[in-house]
Each structure stands twice: as C-alpha cells, then as structure tokens.
C-alpha cells in the first residue's frame, strides 16, 4: 500500500478524497503526521497556495504529499471568494457565516452563476505536478440539504436540480471540482507506479 500525506486538516475533505482514490492508496491528514501548524496560504492562486502546502509538508515531514487549494468565484463578484473562500467572513468564521456574507452580497443579483475550483499539486521530488478541475454552477437563494461541507448547501452544478448538499458523496465526486482534479491525479499515479 501507497501511503501520501494530504495536506488538509478537513476530515470531510479527506473522507471525500479517500473515497476517490483506489484501496491501494492510503491518505494520511495533517493530523495523522502530528503537523498541527496551520500552514500559511499567502498566495494569490489556487495553484501557489496549493505549492505552499506541499512543500511546507515535504520540508518538515519528509513525506510523499500532495495538497489542494480549492474555492469558489462568483461571477458578480469578479471571482470573489475565490483563494479566501474558506475565511470570506473572516477569520475563525463557520460554513454558516460564510454562506450568509455570500448570499448577502448576491442579494439584488440576477446573475447568480459560479464555479468551484480546485488545484491539486503533487510534489515528485523538487518537481510539482498540477492537477485542475472545475464545477460549473450558481448558488441558489438558500440553503439546501445537509450532507457536504462548506458552500455545498447553497451551490447547485449544472445540469442538476439540487445542491451538492442533497447529493450523495459518490455522486458529488462525479462532477465536482475536486472529483475531476483528483481523477486526474489517481490516472497520474496509476501510471507512474
């Protein structure tokens, strides 16, 4: 069995990651290393903060890794949340707090159209390997559903007629952001073994 560190304290996140990624690949969170540090995001990207994880990672643990940086642009605002999607309401804010300043902002919005991000950096060496994927959407009016993390309660794909909140984990991964990065990454993996 392959083990690699993901750089994440999000246990949903590394649940949902698990999930994705065959039985012969074991994920290890921050946590499981005892890396309790938050690791700073001082970039501008999704691909720089992704880098800044990995690295901080190999540096200090020493351990094969890789890392996300992921998040949500909004269109009437220019992109926003985007790399500061996890703290848009500030820092130490909930899910909630960040839902609510998002909607706020939408309020008087006609166009509601958005689409997560995510940028995955698989560190080889001194070498990265970037892996990129994209959930068109909109974010509805209010919540609903409450399975997920984060904006999914008010985040609805393309295509679809619900929220990634009131989608099934297996069918969440097979559109989202994340889902499409991380396909990428286990195809890379795959054949590089």
């Given at each position: 069995?392959?083990?690699?560190?993901?750089?994440?304290?999000?246990?949903?996140?590394?649940?949902?990651?698990?999930?994705?990624?065959?039985?012969?690949?074991?994920?290890l969170?921050?946590?499981?290393?005892?890396?309790?540090?938050?690791?700073?995001?001082?970039?501008?990207?999704?691909?720089?903060?992704?880098?800044?994880?990995?690295?901080?990672?190999?540096?200090?643990?020493?351990?094969?890794?890789f890392?996300?940086?992921?998040?949500?642009?909004v269109?009437?605002?220019?992109?926003?949340?985007?790399?500061?999607?996890?703290?848009?309401a500030?820092?130490?804010?909930?899910?909630?707090?960040?839902?609510?300043?998002?909607?706020?902002?939408?309020?008087?919005?006609?166009?509601?159209?958005?689409?997560?991000?995510?940028?995955?950096?698989?560190?080889?060496?001194?070498?990265?390997?970037?892996?990129?994927?994209?959930?068109?959407?909109?974010?509805?009016?209010?919540?609903?559903?409450?399975?997920?993390?984060?904006?999914?309660?008010?985040?609805?794909?393309?295509?679809?007629?619900?929220?990634?909140?009131?989608?099934?984990?297996?069918?969440?991964?097979?559109?989202s952001?994340?889902?499409?990065?991380?396909?990428?990454?286990?195809?890379?993996?795959?054949?590089?073994?």
């Amino acid at each position: 069995m392959t083990e690699f560190v993901f750089a994440t304290h999000n246990a949903g996140k590394l649940k949902e990651l698990q999930a994705m990624v065959p039985p012969s690949i074991k994920l290890l969170s921050l946590d499981d290393i005892g890396c309790h540090e938050e690791i700073p995001e001082t970039e501008t990207t999704f691909k720089g903060n992704a880098l800044l994880k990995a690295q901080h990672v190999q540096k200090h643990y020493g351990l094969p890794c890789f890392a996300d940086d992921s998040g949500l642009e909004v269109t009437a605002l220019d992109g926003a949340p985007g790399v500061y999607t996890a703290r848009y309401a500030g820092v130490g804010c909930t899910s909630d707090d960040n839902m609510d300043k998002l909607l706020a902002a939408l309020e008087n919005q006609s166009d509601r159209s958005a689409r997560f991000v995510c940028v995955i950096a698989l560190l080889q060496g001194n070498e990265a390997v970037y892996f990129e994927g994209f959930c068109p959407g909109e974010i509805l009016s209010e919540r609903q559903g409450t399975d997920g993390f984060g904006y999914d309660p008010i985040f609805k794909p393309n295509g679809f007629d619900r929220s990634f909140a009131q989608m099934t984990m297996a069918e969440k991964s097979a559109i989202s952001h994340r889902g499409k990065a991380v396909a990428q990454l286990v195809a890379f993996l795959k054949n590089s073994q």
